[in-house]
């Protein structure tokens, strides 16, 4: 009798801990799931500024790198006779933030952004505020970018006309262009890029 009395005790415990360890398994796979969740973009917005917002960087980066006498520098090996110098480079690409993320907004955008726009700044320093605020207010409209908004229509003579997720897919193109044509410009004054600088690319 003490024998099936202790029989029946070990299955009981053997039960119960089964389902304490089913349970934690569970509890492991939903914290897995959520987590896993974390990892991408929630919105539609998300997904097109976080690679925005690395891209701004990365130029960013580059931008502070030159030095401040090398902002009027334009590269003479090669056909560059039609290049914009370093600087007007820089204040082409914040112009050209201001006048996507206008059409995106339905307001009317800068005429003048193949010359840089009217922006007064032509310091090194005033160039990269020129920059900065031009990020921080193309990244502000595009945080309400939505699921029913994403296919609105957008005109206006940059890039458009689009709709507002296609613009703001081409503020991030925009400036990968001229990144890959500053890079250039950086390693011809003997800089690497930053980003390369903290990473490290092995090519051979």
């Given at each position: 009798?003490?024998?099936?009395s202790?029989?029946?005790?070990l ?9 304490v360890a ?7 796979s ?15 917005a ?7 917002q ?24 090669g056909?560059?006779?039609?290049a ?8 082409h ?7 996507f993320?206008?059409?995106f907004?339905?307001k009317?955008?800068?005429?003048d ?12 320093a ?8 031009s990020?921080d ?37 925009h400036?990968?262009?001229?990144y ?5 410009y ?11 600088q903290k990473?490290?690319v092995?090519?051979?």
């Amino acid at each position: 009798m003490r024998f099936l009395s202790f029989t029946a005790l070990l299955i009981v415990c053997s039960i119960t801990l089964a389902g304490v360890a089913n349970s934690d398994s569970q509890q492991n796979s939903a914290a897995k799931l959520a987590a896993k969740s974390d990892d991408i973009p929630k919105s539609i917005a998300e997904s097109v500024s976080g690679t925005l917002q690395f891209t701004e960087g990365n130029f960013l980066a580059l931008a502070e790198a030159m030095p401040e006498e090398k902002y009027s520098y334009i590269p003479t090996a090669g056909k560059f006779d039609d290049a914009r110098s370093f600087g007007e480079q820089v204040k082409h690409v914040a112009c050209a933030q201001f006048a996507f993320f206008n059409e995106f907004e339905g307001k009317k955008p800068p005429d003048d952004c193949e010359k840089g726009g009217h922006d007064p700044a032509k310091t090194k320093a005033e160039l990269i505020k020129y920059l900065k605020d031009s990020f921080d207010y193309g990244n502000g409209v595009l945080a309400t970018l939505t699921a029913t908004n994403a296919l609105d229509r957008v005109e206006g003579r940059y890039a458009g006309p689009s709709t507002k997720l296609g613009i703001s897919v081409v503020a991030v193109w925009h400036i990968t262009d001229h990144y890959g044509q500053l890079v250039e410009y950086l390693r011809l004054n003997g800089i690497a890029p930053p980003f390369t600088q903290k990473y490290g690319v092995k090519v051979r």
